[in-house]
């Protein structure tokens, strides 16, 4: 079992919206992309940072994600059509057990430079559109890529598909061994078994 690090969140933390299970907080800006230096064209970029994802149950973790992406620009219109990747740890929703989450999210964000001050919207099918004013520079699309992870993060998380979970008597792991404590039928269905009875006789 690898260790989790654990981080204090800095002013420079910013947070973004509550899903059910993790919060995403942008550490330090990492997926910039530099308007003044994109020619027409298509390019292909990596890059790599770190997120914060934190819950109420589990420490706060800095998470490497990497995101690669084609960029096509043609004048002031430019597509970004990527993928975001990382993994952390979070609790099994059966054994409460670490478990690893696989990151990986489509990112496709259109950018429309214009005579404007900056925008962003969401599209259909999660596609970002961000409108950025002529006399920028860069474009900063990190509070993008944990928007996109916050939707997608996945709602159950289970260490093994096969995960045998906790007791609900004991609380033992089921997993490591398994516990003494007797199978009970619900005195409800104690008609059905002499119905069964009946028949069988
Ligand atoms: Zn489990
Ligand atoms: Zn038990």
Known sequence: MHQVPTVQLTDRTRFGTLSSLCLFGVQEAFMII????????????????TLTSVDLVYPEVVTDV??????HRLSD???VRGLITGSLAR???RCLEPAEVKLETPLHVVIRVRSVA?????GDDGEFIVTV???DSEVDLT???????VVDFPLVVHCDEACKGLCPQCGANLNIAPCTCAVTV???????KSIRNENSE
């Open 133 to 135: 004013a002529d006399e």
């Open 77 to 79: 219109l430019i597509t």
């Open 186 to 192: 619900d005195p409800r269905w104690e008609a059905l």
């Open 143 to 149: 509070d993008l890529i944990r928007d996109r992870l």
């Open 34 to 49: 530099r308007l003044d230096k994109l020619r027409d064209g298509s390019h292909h970029q990596k890059w790599s940072g």
């Open 118 to 122: 900056m925008t962003t919207e969401e």
């Open 91 to 93: 609790p099994c929703d």
């Open 66 to 71: 990497e995101v690669v992406a084609d960029i």
